[in-house]
T-cell receptor, first 115, second 112 residues
Framework: AQKVTQAQTEISVVEKEDVTLDCVYETRDTTYYLFWYKQPPSGELVFLIRRNSFDEQNEISGRYSWNFQKSTSSFNFTITASQVVDSAVYFCALSGEDSNYQLIWGAGTKLIIKP | NAGVTQTPKFQVLKTGQSMTLQCAQDMNHEYMSWYRQDPGMGLRLIHYSVGAGITDQGEVPNGYNVSRSTTEDFPLRLLSAAPSQTSVYFC???????????FGQGTRLTVV
């Protein structure tokens, strides 16, 4: 069965600090997809990134970067020079044939950026 | 650009009442899903559909029904509301399995 674990329930940092959100997954699929979504206090779900299991290149988008390591089944998310607007709940999710390509979600990490 | 539209945004029901949460998408997506989000938990899949006329159960289907008569619409029916169904409900759609899912704004449901 597929599973996503986000062990960090809540992280609090001061603005401009770097912060890494951890995501560990389990799957029997050889082809699968990993996602990060952001849920700001307003409640909507905002797509951040999708990565397929054959692409282990790290991704950088502005202050955001993602580190995918199949060897450790991890897909970690780093925010560099955090800002108050980054405060949100961040979800990691997994989909693959084992779940009929439906999203399996981690419990989320609540990120608090203090000014 | 409507994307995924969910109605209503807020609803209060009494125990035992029934209601339908509406979800419509205008992106011609084959995949549609319903999730519920409870405090401290990730989203949990209720029901999903991979195309018109095809539905299947997710992780927490009990107490809910769905149908998919058109590509655009995927309503979620609560048959007899219970306090345990108090939650935030999200509808999502995607073009194919494994692609980005687009979400509605959510429905905050309270059952008293």
């Amino acid at each position: 069965a597929q599973k996503v674990t986000q062990a960090q329930t809540e992280i609090s940092v001061v603005e401009k600090e770097d912060v890494t959100l951890d995501c560990v997954y389990e799957t029997r699929d050889t082809t699968y997809y990993l996602f990060w979504y952001k849920q700001p206090p307003s409640g909507e779900l905002v797509f951040l990134i999708r990565r397929n299991s054959f692409d282990e290149q790290n991704e950088i988008s502005g202050r955001y970067s993602w580190n995918f390591q199949k060897s450790t089944s991890s897909f970690n998310f780093t925010i560099t020079a955090s800002q108050v607007v980054d405060s949100a709940v961040y979800f990691c999710a997994l989909s693959g044939e084992d779940s009929n390509y439906q999203l399996i979600w981690g419990a989320g990490t609540k990120l608090i950026i203090k000014p | 650009n409507a994307g995924v539209t969910q109605t209503p945004k807020f609803q209060v029901l009494k125990t035992g009442q029934s209601m339908t949460l509406q979800c419509a998408q205008d992106m011609n997506h084959e995949y549609m899903s319903w999730y519920r989000q409870d405090p401290g938990m990730g989203l949990r899949l209720i029901h999903y559909s991979v195309g018109a006329g095809i539905t299947d159960q997710g992780e927490v289907p009990n107490g809910y029904n769905v149908s998919r008569s058109t590509t655009e619409d995927f309503p979620l029916r609560l048959l007899s509301a219970a306090p345990s169904q108090t939650s935030v409900y999200f509808c999502a759609s995607s073009s194919l399995g494994g692609t980005e899912a687009f979400f509605g704004q959510g429905t905050r449901l309270t059952v008293v």
